[in-house]
């Protein structure tokens, strides 16, 4: 990591507004600019953020469904080239593309292929995330696998299924939630969010009411581990995060996702970071 820093594009950052007029803001435009003002080596990190939105359009579209999420790095007919020849993905990735594209192939041979095409493709995105060079992308990916992973055993146990097809990954995390059958899959000492992230789902039965509130435990924890991050990639990628997730209620729901950009100014003054220095 170069530790490069970013003072006028952190500090302008605070200028993206939302028009009145419209149902949401332009999300891609804003990363688009973020690109464009970043080095070589940050911008593969803003990329591999992405990369989630690609690998959950890939398990739509080689599930027969159509891609949905407009955040990813690739457009629809790239995702259908990256299924049949994949070259633009990060490698671990494109190793379980590989696989599952030819069940008889050689990288087919070195893992199990009884795990589920998606399980597989996200256990493979979080793996080349924990080997970023951004502190934040690597302690981020490890938080929000957490999460996914303690909502999907949670809401798998309510319905009174087996939590091992729910849970993606390996890990001290990943195996107490595969076999532990406590309340809190004794995780209440190793992770702060776990109460608050089984309270979420068990709790609302409103569907949006339990992702709004499992999007502000994100939202949280992106700002905390970047609070001591002020202009580097660290900064940038916690404010993409949290620009992500007011695209998403802008798409689900357009007063929330108003309130929650609001909420992202307030907490992005560029004359106040600079202070900090």
């Known amino acids: 990591m ?27 435009a804003i990363v688009g600019a973020i690109l464009d003002e970043v080095s070589d080596s940050d911008a593969r990190e803003v990329r591999l953020l992405y990369g989630y939105y690609d ?23 790239e995702l259908e080239e990256e ?9 671990r990735v494109a190793d379980v593309v590989r696989a599952y594209g030819d069940p008889e192939g050689e990288e087919a041979e070195e893992r199990d292929m009884n795990v589920r095409f998606e399980a597989a493709l996200f256990e493979a995105y979080y793996a080349e995330c924990a080997r970023s ?13 957490n999460l996914r992973n303690i909502a999907a055993a949670v809401g798998a146990r309510a319905a009174g299924r087996a939590t091992d097809e729910a849970v993606v990954g390996g890990g001290d995390v990943a195996a107490q939630l595969r076999r532990s059958s406590a309340a809190d899959f004794g995780l209440r000492g190793e992770l702060p969010c776990v109460d608050a992230v089984i309270a979420a789902v068990n709790e609302e039965a409103n569907l949006l009411e339990k992702e709004h509130k499992l ?20 900064a940038v990628l916690s404010y993409l995060v949290r620009v992500n997730i007011v695209a998403r ?29």
Not at 228 to 233: T, W
Not at 250 to 259: C, K, N, P
Request: net charge positive; glycine share 6%.
């Open 2 to 28: 170069s530790g490069r820093n970013y003072y006028a594009l952190v500090a302008g950052l605070k200028e993206y507004a939302l028009d009145a007029d419209t149902k949401g803001f332009d999300a891609r």
């Open 83 to 91: 299924l049949r020849h994949p070259a633009r993905l990060p490698r």
């Open 55 to 77: 690998c959950e359009n890939l398990a739509a579209l080689r599930a027969g469904r159509k891609p949905r999420n407009p955040l990813g790095n690739l457009a629809p007919d």
């Open 133 to 145: 060079s951004s502190r934040f992308l690597r302690e981020w990916s490890l938080f929000d696998r």
């Open 215 to 234: 999007d502000l435990i994100r939202w949280n924890e992106a700002v905390e581990l970047a609070s001591f991050d002020y202009f580097d990639i660290n």
């Open 249 to 277: 209620w802008t798409r689900l729901s357009e007063r929330t996702g108003r309130e929650m950009f609001a909420r992202l100014l307030d907490g992005l003054d560029g004359k106040e970071l600079i202070n900090k220095q």
